[in-house]
């Protein structure tokens, strides 16, 4: 003959798992609402390329002003061929502008804004007027601050 009464240990572990979820999705929210709040947007300006031996990255130096400050920044392009790569960046970026985002109260730690995981984090739209430098981004590498 079958047992067909409930089986109670299967409640208890549902609710666990599905108050752990819960929770963790909760925490997420907060986290990017803090984030959102506590977040500035400018623009800043590529300087100068570097590709530094023994680097698989070239490094983007840029600079951005606030509140009649200037700042400074330096962003990580992921790279094999890293100085092909680099003339390649050289030519196209310099003195090119891209999205800038720092924490407000310390505009001093900066991130420049360069690849699709970077607006993903900040659910922001990667400008229209960019595109094609995106491209060519995305094509060498991931970007890394």
């Given at each position: 003959?079958?047992?067909?009464?409930?089986?109670?240990?299967?409640?208890?572990?549902?609710?666990?798992?599905l108050v752990g979820v819960l929770v963790a999705?909760?925490?997420?929210?907060?986290?990017?609402?803090?984030?959102?709040?506590?977040?500035?947007?400018?623009?800043?300006?590529?300087?100068?390329?570097?590709?530094?031996?023994?680097?698989?990255?070239?490094?983007?130096?840029?600079?951005?002003?606030?509140?009649?400050?200037?700042?400074?920044?330096?962003?990580?392009?992921?790279?094999?061929?890293?100085?092909?790569?680099?003339?390649?960046?050289?030519?196209?970026?310099?003195?090119k502008v891209f999205p800038v985002v720092y924490?407000n109260g310390n505009p001093s730690k900066s991130?420049?804004?360069?690849?699709?995981?970077?607006?993903?984090?900040?659910?922001?739209?990667?400008?229209?007027?960019?595109?094609?430098?995106?491209?060519?981004?995305?094509?060498?590498?991931?970007?890394?601050?």
């Amino acid at each position: 003959m079958r047992n067909t009464a409930p089986n109670h240990q299967v409640f208890p572990i549902f609710s666990i798992v599905l108050v752990g979820v819960l929770v963790a999705n909760f925490l997420k929210y907060r986290q990017e609402e803090r984030l959102w709040q506590s977040t500035s947007f400018t623009s800043g300006r590529i300087t100068n390329l570097s590709a530094p031996r023994d680097f698989q990255q070239v490094f983007a130096d840029y600079e951005y002003q606030t509140d009649g400050k200037v700042y400074s920044g330096r962003a990580g392009i992921r790279s094999k061929n890293t100085y092909g790569d680099k003339d390649l960046l050289n030519m196209i970026l310099i003195d090119k502008v891209f999205p800038v985002v720092y924490p407000n109260g310390n505009p001093s730690k900066s991130e420049m804004l360069l690849s699709k995981q970077q607006y993903l984090k900040f659910k922001v739209t990667r400008p229209d007027s960019l595109k094609i430098y995106f491209k060519i981004i995305d094509s060498i590498s991931n970007v890394r601050n």
